[in-house]
Nanobody, 115 residues
Framework: VQLQASGGGLVQPGGSLRVSCVAS????????MGWYRQAPGKTRELVAT???????KYADSVKGRFTISRENAKNTMTLQMNSLKPEDTAVYYC??????????WGKGTLVTVSS
């Protein structure tokens, strides 16, 4: 199984950015897909998750600004980030989990919010 994240980059405060993640090579349906982030000098933290049935969970710091979505047939997940703030600067990691409890991390993609 491979996870490929894309879409990071540099954006000004107040701007928008979209990051995506594609999982390939899995024979089983992915239960939970999620985004985590790690800022310099900080621990990795949950940003948002989405279950197979579409139910979502967000960190309080991104509620109302970020939207997570997924397309089950293509094993893809997208995080739309609006009204970005400098404190959103971090490496964003996608994570997937199956019903048997196994999880997998993708390589991160850097998001920098700066003027």
């Amino acid at each position: 199984v491979q996870l490929q994240a894309s879409g990071g980059g540099l954006v000004q405060p107040g701007g928008s950015l979209r990051v995506s993640c594609v999982a390939s090579g899995t024979k089983f349906s992915i239960n939970i897909m999620g985004w985590y982030r790690q800022a310099p000098g900080k621990t990795r933290e949950l940003v948002a998750t989405i279950a197979y049935d579409g139910s979502t969970k967000y960190a309080d710091s991104v509620k109302g600004r970020f939207t997570i979505s997924r397309e089950n047939a293509k094993n893809t997940m997208t995080l739309q980030m609006n009204s970005l703030k400098p404190e959103d600067t971090a490496v964003y990691y996608c994570n997937i989990g199956w019903l048997n409890g196994m999880t997998m991390w993708g390589k991160g993609t850097l998001v920098t919010v700066s003027s």
